[in-house]
């Protein structure tokens, strides 16, 4: 079929090339601010912005046809039980919260897993730097634990579990004290919301975020916030927190921005490209630094900002599909059917009455003990014929809720609805085993979750935590010397497999062999006191000179001092007693109290035996003396990490407390 095309009369330009004249128009009266290469950077950053925009706000398929903002709310309506309002005031606002109930089992059941981090480190090439894995992973626990992070988790989580994505910043932060004058640094981990991050490409997959070509963030504070944080800059003058003198400032040529904002409000823009290197923040359409600036991170090749799904639902697009968007028109079928359901129940206790034409009647009329002149049976007429809810109804609503618990992978037993009978140790753990199987993607959403952001946390720790903090005069080497960071783990592991607190120290130089010979004697004091200590160091000049390669991989621990635990635990000895009885090997007393201990976090439940003294030779020694020294001299000239339990062997020799380093000519 022929197809007509006819000229328009109409002289109106296009929206396109009206926004280009605008453009134009704003770029001009920027010469006032900015030179000519940076209104063409700045050009280039606002077609960005605009793009990543445009993009997400999009509707698409992926969101059952509706935009980001759309589909995120609908989410967190499904999440919180939402309740509408009535539309009419016969209607009954009801709402059967199944979703809800069954993510938190969900989410109960995974934060009980305790999945940790293990650092791997290998040199260039290739070999396993042991000692210095064990190290990093101890400071990381011990970061997490200062940051408090299991509070962190808990929203995380909840976030993977109702929501496309899961955004987290990894961040060195500054806290001023009650006191206004003391001031502490740490690492920590941010929630960003969905609604706050633009991608520039949103057909990368979540697992490939870091090939991005650049990502952004928008954050809406106080002026006098953004003037704490950016008022040292030099453009921060042009900032203006009013709508109205913005939009007269400059013809409005700042006056970009991606949200609504009132007065008083600052947008905040952070602009990242880790392909090009690239850092800008721009304040309310205001610039703040100088084109080409480079990415914050000094050793990370990747986003401080990284993105996680739960699962996704194409190689083409980034966001993906979490259990509200899954269950959410089953769950709304369930709360309609539910809705129904007591409107024929109510029907059937106050069923709706015909009266004869020009009759109006009170509702009061059926009130108990009523009574009524003028009315008889007769001049009502029952306009429905039911006797309420059938059993049928009762089982279609049963299967609703079934077919929902298919959909999320929460079962009424995962939540704790079985029979009231005690359960073995071995029921227990079949029926957390066959729980975790409906989880997989979940348990291997949060192994990611954990594992990339324990990779920037090494990096982050790199940057920031091997810089010395102060300095003091030694005595022994009588220098001034700096001070670095130090971390204390209650629990760490020894080599000889037996736990204690182990202090791990940056430093900037070798220990001398007073300082060692020191070190030991106030471990091997420690240890005959019954608290078993290790003092580990490792050198931030070695360290920072070698190339190393990290790894991290998740592990599932057991959460000691639960419920299950403890079961298990029990059940553990009782397995062992019959063992032990059978091979005539007894078990192991100290094992035993350590691990009752931790388990019932009862420190020092049991007395422990003061510890036999053994005199050694003069002869054996100066033999591990002189072993000792020759270890030291070579230290440097060896692959792999020194550090100081990795001298000390089975009969407790002197422990050589050098940093760990490395030299790879």
Same mark, same amino acid.
């Given at each position: 079929?022929?197809?007509?095309?006819?000229?328009?009369?109409?002289?109106?330009?296009?929206?396109?090339?009206?926004?280009?004249?605008?453009?134009?128009?704003?770029?001009?009266?920027?010469?006032?601010?900015?030179?000519?290469?940076?209104?063409?950077?700045?050009?280039?950053?606002?077609?960005?912005?605009?793009?990543?925009?445009?993009?997400?706000?999009?509707?698409?398929?992926?969101?059952?046809?509706?935009?980001?903002?759309?589909?995120?709310?609908?989410?967190?309506?499904?999440?919180?039980?939402?309740?509408?309002?009535?539309?009419?005031?016969?209607?009954?606002?009801?709402?059967?919260?199944?979703?809800?109930?069954?993510?938190?089992?969900?989410?109960?059941?995974?934060?009980?897993?305790?999945?940790?981090?293990?650092?791997?480190?290998?040199?260039?090439?290739?070999?396993?730097?042991?000692?210095?894995?064990?190290?990093?992973?101890?400071?990381?626990?011990?970061?997490?634990?200062?940051?408090?992070?299991?509070?962190?988790?808990?929203?995380?989580?909840?976030?993977?579990?109702?929501?496309?994505?899961?955004?987290?910043?990894?961040?060195?932060?500054?806290?001023?004290?009650?006191?206004?004058?003391?001031?502490?640094?740490?690492?920590? %981990?941010?929630?960003?919301?969905?609604?706050?991050?633009?991608?520039?490409?949103?057909?990368?997959?979540?697992?490939?975020?870091?090939?991005?070509?650049?990502?952004?963030?928008?954050?809406?504070?106080?002026?006098?916030?953004?003037?704490?944080?950016?008022?040292?800059?030099?453009?921060?003058?042009?900032?203006?927190?009013?709508?109205?003198?913005?939009?007269?400032?400059?013809?409005?040529?700042?006056?970009?921005?991606?949200?609504?904002?009132?007065?008083?409000?600052?947008?905040?823009?952070?602009?990242?490209?880790?392909?090009?290197?690239?850092?800008?923040?721009?304040?309310?359409? &205001?610039?703040?630094?100088?084109?080409?600036?480079?990415?914050?991170?000094?050793?990370?090749?990747?986003?401080?900002?990284?993105?996680?799904?739960?699962?996704?639902?194409?190689?083409?697009?980034?966001?993906?599909?979490?259990?509200?968007?899954?269950?959410?028109?089953?769950?709304?079928?369930?709360?309609?059917?539910?809705?129904?359901?007591?409107?024929?129940?109510?029907?059937?206790?106050?069923?709706?009455?015909?009266?004869?034409?020009?009759?109006?009647?009170?509702?009061?009329?059926?009130?108990?003990?009523?009574?009524?002149?003028?009315?008889?049976?007769?001049?009502?007429?029952?306009?429905?014929?039911?006797?309420?809810?059938?059993?049928?109804?009762?089982?279609?609503?049963?299967?609703?809720?079934?077919?929902?618990?298919?959909?999320?992978?929460?079962?009424?037993?995962?939540?704790?609805?079985?029979?009231?009978?005690?359960?073995?140790?071995?029921?227990?753990?079949?029926?957390?085993?066959?729980?975790?199987?409906?989880?997989?993607?979940?348990?291997?959403?949060?192994?990611?979750?954990?594992?990339?952001?324990?990779?920037?946390?090494?990096?982050?720790?790199?940057?920031?935590?091997?810089?010395?903090?102060?300095? %003091?005069?030694?005595?022994?080497?009588?220098?001034?010397?700096?001070?670095?960071?130090?971390?204390?783990?209650?629990?760490?592991?020894?080599?000889?497999?037996?736990?204690?607190?182990?202090?791990?120290?940056?430093?900037?130089?070798?220990?001398?062999?007073?300082?060692?010979?020191?070190?030991?004697?106030?471990?091997?004091?420690?240890?005959?006191?019954?608290?078993?200590?290790?003092?580990?160091?490792?050198?931030?000049?070695?360290?920072?000179?070698?190339?190393?390669?990290?790894?991290?991989?998740?592990?599932?621990?057991?959460?000691?001092?639960?419920?299950?635990?403890?079961?298990?635990?029990?059940?553990?000895?009782?397995?062992?007693? &019959?063992?032990?009885?059978?091979?005539?090997?007894?078990?192991?007393?100290?094992?035993?109290?350590?691990?009752?201990?931790?388990?019932?976090?009862?420190?020092?439940?049991?007395?422990?035996?003061?510890?036999?003294?053994?005199?050694?030779?003069?002869?054996?020694? %100066?033999?591990?003396?002189? %072993?000792?020294?020759?270890?030291?001299?070579?230290?440097?000239?060896?692959?792999?990490?020194?550090?100081?339990?990795?001298?000390?062997?089975?009969?407790?020799?002197?422990?050589?407390?050098?940093?760990?380093?490395?030299?790879?000519?």
């Amino acid at each position: 079929m022929p197809v007509t095309i006819t000229n328009s009369t109409s002289t109106q330009a296009s929206v396109g090339v009206v926004n280009q004249e605008e453009l134009i128009k704003r770029l001009t009266n920027l010469t006032q601010v900015y030179s000519p290469e940076q209104i063409q950077a700045y050009a280039f950053y606002l077609k960005r912005l605009d793009k990543a925009k445009e993009n997400r706000n999009k509707a698409t398929k992926y969101f059952d046809g509706l935009d980001y903002v759309s589909d995120y709310i609908t989410n967190e309506n499904v999440k919180n039980t939402y309740l509408k309002p009535k539309m009419n005031d016969s209607e009954v606002r009801v709402n059967t919260g199944l979703v809800e109930k069954k993510i938190e089992a969900i989410l109960n059941e995974l934060l009980t897993m305790n999945l940790q981090p293990e650092v791997r480190v290998f040199d260039r090439d290739d070999l396993e730097l042991e000692e210095l894995g064990q190290d990093f992973t101890d400071i990381i626990t011990r970061t997490n634990q200062i940051e408090k992070d299991d509070d962190f988790w808990i929203e995380a989580t909840l976030e993977l579990l109702t929501q496309r994505a899961v955004f987290i910043r990894e961040k060195f932060v500054t806290k001023t004290l009650k006191n206004k004058t003391s001031k502490i640094t740490q690492a920590q %981990k941010e929630l960003v919301s969905g609604l706050k991050v633009f991608l520039g490409d949103v057909s990368i997959p979540a697992y490939r975020f870091n090939e991005q070509p650049y990502i952004t963030t928008v954050d809406i504070i106080s002026y006098d916030r953004a003037k704490t944080l950016y008022g040292h800059l030099p453009n921060f003058q042009y900032v203006v927190p009013s709508n109205t003198k913005r939009n007269e400032y400059l013809g409005g040529a700042l006056n970009w921005r991606m949200s609504e904002l009132a007065d008083g409000e600052v947008e905040v823009v952070t602009y990242e490209s880790l392909p090009d290197d690239e850092y800008n923040v721009v304040l309310n359409g &205001v610039m703040m630094y100088e084109p080409g600036t480079p990415m914050p991170q000094k050793y990370c090749d990747k986003y401080s900002l990284q993105m996680f799904v739960l699962k996704s639902m194409s190689p083409d697009f980034a966001y993906g599909r979490p259990l509200t968007a899954s269950a959410k028109s089953l769950a709304a079928l369930s709360s309609e059917t539910l809705r129904l359901l007591i409107r024929k129940f109510q029907q059937a206790i106050e069923p709706p009455m015909a009266v004869a034409k020009g009759k109006v009647y009170s509702r009061d009329i059926w009130d108990p003990g009523a009574q009524t002149q003028g009315l008889r049976a007769k001049d009502f007429e029952i306009l429905t014929k039911h006797d309420g809810v059938t059993q049928g109804e009762f089982a279609m609503i049963r299967l609703i809720d079934e077919k929902t618990e298919e959909f999320i992978g929460a079962s009424n037993i995962a939540q704790g609805l079985q029979g009231s009978r005690e359960m073995s140790a071995t029921e227990v753990l079949t029926m957390q085993k066959q729980f975790v199987k409906q989880l997989g993607l979940a348990v291997y959403a949060i192994s990611r979750m954990k594992r990339d952001m324990s990779e920037l946390r090494i990096y982050n720790i790199l940057e920031n935590y091997t810089k010395p903090t102060r300095k %003091k005069y030694d005595p022994l080497s009588q220098k001034i010397q700096h001070i670095y960071r130090s971390f204390t783990i209650d629990n760490g592991m020894f080599e000889n497999g037996m736990m204690g607190k182990k202090i791990i120290s940056f430093t900037n130089e070798d220990l001398i062999p007073e300082q060692q010979e020191e070190l030991y004697n106030e471990e091997e004091k420690m240890a005959k006191r019954g608290q078993p200590t290790r003092y580990k160091f490792i050198n931030v000049t070695k360290l920072k000179e070698i190339p190393q390669f990290w790894y991290v991989i998740i592990q599932a621990q057991d959460r000691e001092g639960t419920a299950l635990d403890k079961v298990l635990f029990q059940d553990q000895l009782n397995q062992g007693a &019959v063992i032990s009885k059978l091979t005539g090997q007894p078990m192991n007393p100290d094992t035993l109290t350590r691990t009752f201990e931790r388990k019932w976090q009862a420190r020092n439940f049991f007395q422990k035996q003061a510890p036999q003294i053994i005199q050694d030779q003069p002869e054996n020694i %100066k033999s591990e003396a002189e %072993k000792v020294m020759n270890e030291l001299q070579g230290m440097g000239q060896n692959t792999g990490m020194q550090v100081a339990e990795g001298l000390r062997n089975s009969q407790q020799r002197p422990s050589v407390n050098s940093m760990e380093g490395q030299s790879m000519e």
